[in-house]
């Protein structure tokens, strides 16, 4: 079975509001990464986290990761409906291996 | 176009028959992955490869799938004896690992395989 697990599993908001999205995992980890899915599309990175980091920005993106909850959070400022996709959590073991959740499906409405 | 490519994109087989996709990783990539992604789940793991050297294979789904990277550039995933629940897409993805370290992923657009 997958590793991480994305919460919610779809989400609705209007333009200009901020996004956030949980991702639990179960074992220990090199690192966690965040990854976007277009429709129909290949997928995208977004953000790397350290397992010995706590938080982490890009741009409009804000990462969190606690070790000892297994869990990271994505939160997306200032949304656009550009930034409609599914976005995904992917765990990185610490024998290499990529673990990646169900995904959230985010809506950014106009 | 993040400079991983999958050849073909689509695919229709029969059941039965065997297929086979290529991938090409990013040159200066040392990791090549291959995931399986079906409809509103994530891309779940198969496979990988450090150069030409396949370090895990234990979850490729059966023994009809097997997958190579001859010279550590392009990787090939084959499918033998293709059943219907094999339809899915096929993503390919290459990174650049250094000692213990593994940096992110970056995605081919996939092949849709359709299996009738």
């Known amino acids: 079975s997958q590793q991480g697990e994305e919460d919610p599993q779809a989400l609705s908001i209007q333009e200009g509001e901020n996004a956030t999205m949980n991702c639990s995992y179960k074992t220990s980890i090199n690192n966690l990464q965040w990854y976007r899915q277009n429709s129909g599309r290949g997928l995208v990175h977004l953000i790397l986290i350290r397992s010995n980091e706590r938080e982490k920005h890009s741009g409009r993106l804000r990462v969190t990761l606690d070790t000892s909850k297994k869990s990271s959070s994505l939160l997306i400022t200032a949304s656009r409906a550009a930034d409609t996709a599914s976005y995904f959590c992917?765990?990185?073991?610490?024998?290499?291996?990529?673990?990646f959740g169900t995904g959230t499906s985010l809506t950014v409405i106009p | 176009d993040t400079g991983v490519s999958q050849n073909p994109r689509h695919k229709i087989t029969k059941r039965g028959q065997n297929v086979t996709f290529r991938c090409d990783p990013i040159?200066?990539?040392?990791?090549l992955y291959w995931y399986r992604q079906t409809l509103g789940q994530g891309p779940e793991f198969l496979t990988y490869f450090q150069n030409e050297a396949q370090l895990e294979k234990s979850r490729l789904l059966s023994d009809r799938f097997s997958a190579e990277r001859p010279k550590g550039s392009f990787s090939t995933l084959e499918i033998q004896r293709t059943e219907q629940g094999d339809s899915a897409m096929y993503l390919c993805a290459s990174s650049l690992a250094v000692w213990t370290e593994t940096y992110e992923q970056y995605f081919g657009p996939g092949t849709r395989l359709t299996v009738t």
């Open positions: 992917a765990t990185v073991s610490l024998g290499n291996q990529f673990y």
């Open positions: 040159s200066e990539h040392n990791r």
